[in-house]
């Protein structure tokens, strides 16, 4: 489904990945985890080429693009069609409203006529908790129903992978269970999704691969049982231990 390959990335002297390889199968949850500034979100962006890799490639769903050649406008939006992303702060547009939200990708990428993109919208918002908030602002709505709104968004364009940079990191700490929920909801379905998270105890029950990095290298990957209860490299075990005090 996804495949990474040969993946190099730097800011001006900074080489924040470094030779990544990885691969996601179809229906796969696979997590991120890793210390702050080891490229787990610069991962999560070159897969949907947000961020432009300076060499390798990445593929999803048999769509390639490959940075040692050019690559036009229209080769970068078919790829980018491929998955769907949920940030960090939600990136809702203010002036509209939940429904309007999740109708906007439908009607502009979708090409969808209103009336057919704002009954999908409304069945979405139920999906993920919000039948009844769907004429609500994002002022009006809380950190987690926000962002379940911007949930909503990413999986309404019927998205191949869903990608999560950290979706709990901004909200006050009783909002983040119901994000996870939805997550895990979504997970259960078969959806295939890369979530960046310090959630461990989220990924111990969700991921079927976790991925931990540290300084733009995949230092380890595996199950959640063979990552967190027996973890090989000693840099994992360290940073797990730092966790768990």
């Given at each position: 489904?996804?495949?990474?390959?040969?993946?190099?990335?730097?800011?001006?002297?900074?080489?924040?990945?470094?030779?990544?390889?990885?691969?996601?199968?179809?229906?796969?949850?696979?997590?991120?985890?890793?210390?702050?500034?080891?490229?787990?979100t610069?991962?999560?962006?070159?897969?949907?080429a947000?961020?432009?890799?300076d060499?390798?490639s990445?593929?999803?769903?048999?769509?390639?693009?490959?940075?040692?050649?050019?690559?036009?406008?229209?080769?970068?939006?078919?790829?980018?069609?491929?998955?769907?992303?949920?940030?960090?702060?939600?990136?809702?547009?203010?002036?509209?409203?939940?429904?309007?939200?999740?109708m906007e990708?439908?009607?502009?990428?979708?090409?969808?006529?209103?009336?057919?993109?704002?009954?999908?919208?409304?069945?979405?918002?139920?999906?993920v908790?919000?039948?009844?908030?769907?004429?609500?602002?994002?002022?009006?709505l809380?950190?987690?129903?926000?962002q379940?709104?911007?949930?909503?968004?990413?999986?309404?364009l019927?998205?191949?992978?869903?990608?999560?940079?950290?979706?709990?990191?901004?909200?006050?700490?009783?909002?983040?269970?119901?994000?996870?929920?939805?997550?895990?909801?979504?997970?259960s379905?078969?959806?295939?999704m890369?979530?960046?998270?310090?959630?461990?105890?989220?990924?111990?029950?969700?991921?079927?691969?976790?991925v931990?990095?540290?300084?733009?290298?995949?230092?380890?990957?595996?199950?959640?049982?063979?990552?967190?209860?027996?973890?090989?490299?000693?840099?994992?075990?360290?940073?797990?231990?730092m966790?768990?005090?």
């Amino acid at each position: 489904m996804i495949r990474l390959s040969n993946i190099n990335k730097s800011f001006g002297t900074n080489h924040v990945l470094k030779n990544i390889d990885l691969e996601v199968k179809e229906g796969e949850v696979v997590v991120i985890i890793g210390p702050s500034g080891s490229g787990k979100t610069t991962v999560l962006r070159c897969i949907n080429a947000l961020e432009m890799p300076d060499t390798g490639s990445v593929s999803i769903d048999n769509v390639e693009l490959k940075f040692s050649e050019k690559i036009n406008k229209r080769q970068l939006l078919d790829f980018r069609r491929k998955s769907g992303m949920v940030f960090q702060h939600f990136n809702l547009f203010p002036h509209k409203t939940a429904l309007e939200n999740v109708m906007e990708g439908l009607i502009i990428v979708k090409k969808l006529s209103r009336e057919v993109a704002s009954e999908k919208a409304k069945k979405i918002l139920d999906l993920v908790g919000l039948g009844d908030k769907q004429e609500n602002y994002p002022h009006q709505l809380s950190g987690g129903q926000q962002q379940r709104v911007g949930i909503a968004r990413a999986i309404a364009l019927d998205p191949k992978v869903v990608l999560f940079d950290e979706p709990t990191s901004a909200l006050d700490p009783e909002l983040v269970r119901e994000v996870l929920k939805v997550m895990q909801d979504l997970a259960s379905t078969g959806m295939t999704m890369v979530i960046v998270t310090h959630e461990l105890s989220f990924a111990k029950n969700v991921a079927d691969k976790v991925v931990f990095m540290d300084n733009g290298v995949i230092v380890e990957q595996g199950t959640p049982l063979e990552v967190f209860e027996h973890p090989s490299n000693d840099r994992t075990k360290q940073f797990l231990s730092m966790l768990q005090k």
